[in-house]
Every structure is written in C-alpha cells, then in structure tokens.
C-alpha cells in the first residue's frame, strides 16, 4: 500500500501552530518526523524535497533533525533546482565541518560549480562561502578561482566572497587568488567592487607583504569613491540621497588599512577624505555611518592636523544628536582617540559630560570613562561635581569603578586639602559600599597626611558614623580615624567647621557599638578594637577601655582576641611603653613612580616624589615566617595588602594616572605604631629608620651603593653588580656593621619579593654582627628581574617571628620588657625585611 | 558578521543564519542568552551592545528583532543599514511583508538573504539586482528538470 502523500510544508506550519501546549506542539512533531522518517526509508525523491524542509522548520522550534543530513546530500545531488535550493539550505543548517558527512558535499559543490546554469553555480559558491571546511575549501579553491576571473558578474561576486571564505579558512591559499585581483577594481558592477574591496582588504589584513602589494590600488580607490559621491541621483543604488553607502564604507576602510602608517598613501586620500567628511548629509543614519568610517580613518592615518581636528569635530557633533546610536559610536571612537588628540577631545567635554545622564547603559559607562580621562587641574572642580552627583545616581555595577577614579582623580587635581578630604567623605557616604577594599588604606594615608585637615576629617567621619554604620570601608576609615585623632574630636577643636561637642563616653559608645554590630566585618571589628585601644592614650576614661578590651580577650573571632590579649598585656605589664606604642602617627609618605616620559600633575599641597623616612607599625606578628616575608605590608593582618596592579580603568591621559596607580601602596596601617622618637637607652625593636629608594633601573648600568638601614647602631649597605653572565641578574651584597657595645647575636637577614622577581640568598659569613665596628656581616643576594620593572627597597625591622599561642604573650611585647642590655645581647633581632616591589610601568 | 538572528517578541526563533561554524549545542546556548538579553532591553536604549566579546547590533521592525553579531572592526551604523536593506527586499518580495510571511516562507526568506549576504557580507548593493536574482530563480524552480552540467 502506498502512503499518502506527505504534507505540504505550510500545511504543517499551520498544524503545529494552532498547538497549545508545548506537550502538544511535540506530539505533532514527533508524528510528522516519525512519517518523514518511513518517507526517507522508501527513498521517495518526489517528496523528499517537501520532507526535508518540513524538517528544517521543525528544527528551527529546535527539535532534532540529524536524520535528515544525508537526505540533503541527495537533494543537493538531484538535478531538480527546487530539490537543490533546498538541499544547498538545508546543508548549510543542518551540517557543520565537524561532521565527516559534510565532506561528501565536495565533489557535488565541484559539479555544481561548474553548472550551466548561474543560479547553480550561485547555489554552491554560496554554501561554500557560508561553511566549506577547510578541507573543502583546499580541494575547491581552484574553481573558486577560476570563477574569480569569469566576466559574468553575477558569478564573479560570489566568487570573491568565496575566496574570503577560503583565505579565512585556508590562509596559505591566499597566494593563489593574487592574479584575479588584478581587474577586480575596473569592473563597473557595484556588486563586483563591493566584494572585490572586501576581499582585497582580507587580504592586506592578513599579510603585509599583500598590503605594500596592494597600495598602488590607493588613486583607483579615491577614484572610485570620487565618483561615488559626485555623481548624480542613481536610482539603483540610492539609498536616502547618498549613493551606494555600503560601498563608500567598504572603501573608507581599505583606505584606512592602506594608509596606515603610510606618508604617501595617506597624503594621496586626505582630500577625499575631508570631501567625504564635509560634504556628506548627516539628517539621516546612512549619512552618519560613512562620516563613521570616515572618521575612523582620518585618526587611523597619518591624516594633517587639521583632518584630525576636523574628524574630532564631527564626534562632537555626533554627541549632540538625537540618535543615541549615533552618540554611542561618537563616545566609542572619542575613548579612542582621547589619549593622542586630549585637547581636541577636551572641547567637547561638557557635551560629554551630558552624556553621563543618558538612560542608556553603555552610553554611560562610556561617558564615564571618557570624563575620568578629561579631568584636569583646569576642570577638577566642576567635573567633580558631575562625576559625584553621577556616583549617586548611577547603578551598582557602576560605582566601584566610578568610586575609584573620583579617588584617583582626586588625588593628582585636588585643588586644597578640604576639597579633598569631602570629596572622599562624599564617595564613603554615598557609594560606601561599594568603594574596593583597598581604598581603605591609600584614603587612611591621604588623612594622615593631611595634618591640618585632622580635627575636620574626624569630626565629618564620626557625624557619619552617627548616620549609618552599614558601609565597611566607611566605617573602616573612620574608626581609624577616630582612634588616631579622638583627642581632637572631644576638645572640639574643629577650625573648618562648627565644632561638634562629644564627650569621651560617646565616642566609645560609637566605637564598641561597631564591635557589637551585626553589620561589622570581623575587619572592622579590628579596627574599632584598636581605635579603642588607641584612644587609651588620648582620653581619660582608661577603665572602661580596659574593661572593653578584656573582655575581647575571649573572644571567639582569633583575631579580635589576640589584639585583645595583647592590648591586655600593654596595660597590666607594659603600661610604662603604651604611650610610646600608641602615639599618633606621623606622616606616611608614598611611593611614587615617575616614567621618564611623563609629566607629573601636582596637586598644590603634596608632591609624589620619592622621599625617605617610612615609618611602619607592626605590634605582632603571630603568622608563620614565609607569611612574614610575603606581607607587604607587614604587622596587621587586618590591613589588606594592596595589590600593585591596581584596575588601570579609567583610561588615562598621558599615561601618569596608570602610573599612578601603579605605585599606590600604603605602609602603615591602622594598628598602633612605636613611636619614632625613642630614648637611645630602648632596645631597637623600632620599626624605623626606613628608606625607601629606587633600587633597580633598567636603564642605568651601574647602580650606586646605598645604605638600606641606619638605626640604633645597627647600619647596613648595599653594594651592586650585574652578574657577569647574565646582565638581568643583579648582585647584592648586604654588610651589616653594629656600632653598639654589644654584639647583635642571631642576625638573620630575610628578604621578599614580588612573583616575577626570583631571589636567592647566599649563606651569611655570620649570624653576629659584632660590636664597636670590629666586623661586618656579609651576604650576598642575586635577584632576577625579568620583566625588567623598576622596584623600590623598603627595609623594615620587624618582630620576631615565632608563633606565640593567644594565652602567651607575643614575643615583640616581651622584648620591649627586658632591660636594654639584655636585650641587646639576648634578642633575636631579626632585621630588614627588605621588600623589593615592582612599580608597573 | 558572525551571524544573524530573527525571533518574535515572544522569544520564538524565526531564522538563523550562522556564519562561523558552531555545534549544534553551541548555537541554541548562544541564541537563548541573546535573544533574553535583546528582549530586556528597553525602548530607550541604543541599537548597539556588548556582548562576550561581539558587538551585537539589533533593530526591531514591527514584531520581529532583527539581531547580528559583527565583529570589533565592523561599522555598527551601516550594520544597522544592511538590517534595514534586508527588511525592504523581504517586503518588496512579499508586499507588505509582515511576521507570518516569514514564518509560513521561512524557506524563501533565507533564499533572499542567500541573495544578498554571502558569508556574513553584502554581495550586491542594488536592491533591484538581488530581487531580480530571485526572480529567476524562482521561476527555475518551474523547470522540471535543469540541465545538467
């Protein structure tokens, strides 16, 4: 018995449609892919076109149809056309390279490309164009070729995508579609040039030697496109009064390719470039997409000034337009272009600034990162505002970013220090939330550093406080500050402003009501301890200080409670060295990195030059040994360690806000210091005497000698070679001299360095440096720098570093205990963590 | 271009047209995080976004979003004119052309763009000559048999 004729296709787009369930809908296709299934079985070929296409509908609803992949080879092999048509389709949807089925279409796309009829041979250039492997495509591009040089064109333009296709897939072919370039551009057909300008711009893309070859082509492109635009209305090729748009564009960008990096080819189009820029109608989106590729070219070439300024122009234009695609491709291209043309850019940067209120998403951020990239000394003040009023407003993904470069910003153009100090107020209030973690640091030092600014940055983050707690670094920042300038804060010494009155008992409430609060991080709570803990020395209400930190002496958080053991400690057995340990901190001065090109922007008040005298806190150091060496930071576990590479967005001007950024780095936290000034007679557990130097210079061959430390007797100096072998590998060679009276027993030096470094430590001649200058201790260090970049030499004394159980007291407080003699000739000292850090250029 | 994508406002996928080759598995991951993310797009917002590491540029005509992947050195706004020279071939060819048309001839609208685009580029630029090509080839479709090579 014969089976019914099969549906028709629409027949059955009819019935699957009035489906209503999805449970339906897949019962009607199984039953339908069930018939077409027996239908493929009796090898019907009248229906076996119908068949195939009701089955690539169905897998458009996304149902599988892999049974009918063969079924298309034997549609593409009929000598139907309608059977062709939709073999060739139903190949290119249903096949793909991966497959070894797809290859059995080689040797029909071969016949069909040599078919006597065009819409054949159109049929097979097209799926070879669309999916021929790589194999197919090395085993046609001869025909391929062949029709790349036929006069017909409607074959010819087929043909030059198709090589596109296989150049791509097969860039060693390249070579062999070089003789049929060479009348493509003569050709009259639109079609013809518009693909012959496609392929040969694959192929100056993908080889230089192509692209030189190819450059005598630049006077018939200016030609061409000449021609474009002068001549009249034609009709064919109209599109809103502009002739042949997809053209002009495709010849825009060869150009653009051709004369890039080229004086002469970018001489001989720099007329028809400011023609096409000048004279082009901008009503319409047509329009607006060559002056696009037109400006895109003008800035890629080595255009004039003038074009350049002329093609800046038109991006501003572009900005006040109505189309939000059109100001969307103006802020891409401007991001683009701010770092060589700044102040071109800047002329347009209230337009640009505007643009920072648009609804639109990626118009914003770009807005954003170009304003970042405008703000200058000049502007500071005005763009603050906006980026600020901008940081409320804008959504959550955007903050971080946005928080960080206002912080950024604020730190090269602050015009005074209250400026700056609100402005940081501003972001921790309003995106505190959202600020990076290690902002805490680098905002804890700008405060330090701002001395007169003190009792105001006090009192502002304490009346924040009072408002919410709920923003970490916020709270973070001011706890600290609290702790360091609480003194201030209750004497009402405020000049900037209207001085609030605080009482001692208010301030503390604030600060224990942050170590009870579910909404602290046990980070913050660290940081409140120690404000608490700090404030001892600056108010008078010692008992209950005492009272908050003992009982934190139990608590389950490890952190919170040996802070609290030791500051136990500080009080019961050590209380004659708290006000020294706890005195306020003095300045911490940044590292800073000037590249040779660059120019430094300077705010009035602080200068980022390198300047000596660190001074770091470090009260315990329960971690093990390999952990010391690895902080950065040292002594306080609760400050994070700053990474050095720091997010680079937004993009920079000039380059020296990457560089900036690059050598952020805080070294002193928010634990109580050691006082620097200590009488001669305290043994030289002092985490001083630091300088800070830039130790390497790629560029200079020889570096001097230096003296990393100086201190309490102790002196060491650091000799330099380069190895002999190896020029990259530097040669240290530490000598340690001990003026005292007593030998420095157990001398251990230790140094760390960043991941692309590589060290290695020779034994030491000694582990006693003796007294009175008698001898010297010597090691030698190699270090490898292999990606060359500049670092910087902090050396640090630090704790011993044993770990000391919570009940025990921790080995730096019980130093500070013995009497200086003893302690000279019993302590382990351990010296100089040197920390060797990369400053990314 | 990448490829191209058609699908209803409710999500449904009308055609797809690839041009980088893609499993199977591949193509329906990316084609149901796009069309999610073109359809929470509000009316406001630009033609244009980022997406992985394509720029996707998207129109929507009547029911349809019209939707292509081109690549970082592509021009958008003419991307944007190829969209719209697609949809006037498709309505000249079917006369008012509207969602059903394609959905009931889905065949016929990837014959157009066979027409008009090869391997992701535009290879005519006169409306008249790829409606022309079409022509004719439609009327082959009549002969019952071609001959052979």
Known sequence: MRMPAPIRLRELIRTIRTARTQAEEREMIQKECAAIRSSFREEDNTYRCRNVAKLLYMHMLGYPAHFGQLECLKLIASQKFTDKRIGYLGAMLLLDERQDVHLLMTNCIKNDLNHSTQYVQGLALCTLGCMGSSEMCRDLAGEVEKLLKTSNSYLRKKAALCAVHVIRKVPELMEMFLPATKNLLSEKNHGVLHTSVVLLTEMCERSPDMLSHFRKLVPQLVRILKNLIMSGYSPEHDVSGISDPFLQVRILRLLRILGKGDDDSSEAMNDILAQVATNTETSKNVGNAILYETVLTIMDIKSESGLRVLAINILGRFLLNNDKNIRYVALTSLLKTVQTDHNAVQRHRSTIVDCLKDLDVSIKRRAMELSFALVNGNNIRGMMKELLYFLDSCDPDFKADCASGIFLAAEKYAPSKRWHIDTIMRVLTTAGSYVRDDSVPNLIQLITNSVEMHAYTVQRLYKALLDDISQQPLVQVASWCIGEYGDLLVSGQCEEEEPIQVSEDEVLDVLEGLLVSNLSTPVTRGYSLTAIMKLSTRFSSLNRIKKVVSIYGSSIDVELQQRAVEYNALFKKYDHMRPALLERMPIMEKTATNGPSETVQTNGETDSTILDTKHLPSISQPASQANDLLDLLGGNDVVPIIQTTVPTKPASAGGELLDLLGDLSLTGGPTPTPASSVPMSQPPFLLDGLTSQPLFNDIAAVIPPMTAYNKNGLIIEFTFERSNPNPNIAVITIHATNSTEADMTEFVFQAAVPKTFQLQLLSPSSNVVPAFNQGSVTQVIRVLNPQKVRCYCEPRTHSASYRSRSSEISPFVLKHLQKSDECLSGAKLNIAKLKLRAASH | ?149
């Open chain 2, 1 to 149: 271009m990448q490829f191209m994508l058609l699908f209803s406002r409710q999500g449904k996928l009308r055609l797809q047209k690839w041009y980088v080759p893609l499993s199977d598995k591949e193509k329906k991951k990316i084609t149901r995080e796009l069309v999610q993310t073109v359809l929470a797009r509000k009316p406001k917002m630009c033609s244009f976004l980022e997406w992985r590491d394509l720029k996707i540029v998207y129109k929507r005509y009547a029911s349809l979003y019209f939707c292509c992947a081109i690549e970082d050195q592509d021009n958008e706004l003419i991307t944007l004119e190829i969209i719209h020279r697609y949809v006037e071939l498709l309505d000249k060819y079917f006369g008012s052309v509207c969602e059903l048309d394609i959905i009931f001839n889905f065949e016929k609208a990837y014959f157009i763009l066979d027409e008009f685009l090869l391997g992701g580029e535009a290879q005519e630029t006169s409306k008249k000559n790829v409606l022309k090509a079409i022509e004719q080839a439609d009327l082959l479709q009549e002969v019952r048999a071609l001959a052979t090579a």
